[in-house]
């Protein structure tokens, strides 16, 4: 029997390396034009409004008398208000307030669906049975006349409409949780560490919580545009941000004014087109986030 040395010159037989999850979802968002495109659009926007401060003359409440309803000029570029407040300043300062107001709020309604969910999906029959009816209770209430209420009893300021936005978001987000941990607590893994005599903390946060991070991301970049929707037209009917301070919403409240709806549009036009091409562009990476981790898509 004659043995063959191996061929020093050729190298090893190379294994394709697949990719993971994480990276083919991240591959899918990317080849999503409108996604990139709304990434495009709120980059910008995010440096403009946290960094103004550093490279604009004008403070939001600044008032300059001799400036009192002057449309776009040299040096106020998108023009000023009726008290000769700066409207450049007020956009990127209400634009920050907006998306603080959303953010939180995006941040608190999920903590409470994610919890309110898993409790549910874990907790045992009764409880899950119980804690659906109050879902099923919450879902029930009018959106719009729920919101009024809820805002009218919380007063106004950015504390209160953080809270109420927060309260109204998070019903829809502890069924979804809800759904994909029921189908979870089946598996081996979690049946073996239940028997092992895990408490209820570890399941939620050792095999629940990354087990619904596709679900959590999608939807706060989806509610966080519904949320900035919320604020403006809370602002926009006085229970939300109050003046002085700026937002978008009460940016906009000037248009219930006939003089400034037909003499001054620079007034309102500028954080009307602002918001829509914000909740835009939030919408469209939502989409591709969505798109991006639907496991369907790698049978495409």
Known sequence: MTITAPDPTVGPTAVPQTKGPLRRAFDRFFENRAARAGLLIVVPILLAVSTYHLWWPFSPNAIDLRAINKGPSAIHWLGSDGVGRDVMARLLQGGRISLLVAVCSVAISIV??????????????VVDGTVMRFVDLAMTLPPVIFLLVLASIA???IAPTI?????????????????RL???????????????GAGLPHLLFRHGLPNCID?????????IANAILLEAGLSFLGLGIAPPEASWGNMLNLARSTVVLEQYPWQWM??????VLTVLAINFIGDGLRDAFDPRSDLN
């Open 112 to 125: 409470i669906g994610f919890l309110v969910g898993a409790i549910a999906s874990f907790g045992g029959r």
């Open 155 to 157: 007063g106004t300021g």
């Open 163 to 179: 809270l109420v936005i927060s309260l109204l978001s998070w019903p829809v987000l502890s069924r979804m949780v809800r759904a």
């Open 182 to 196: 029921l189908e979870l607590r089946e598996r081996d893994f979690v049946v073996a560490a239940r028997g092992m």
């Open 215 to 223: 679900i959590l991301v999608v939807y706060a970049t989806l509610q």
């Open 270 to 275: 500028f954080p009307g087109a602002v918001l």
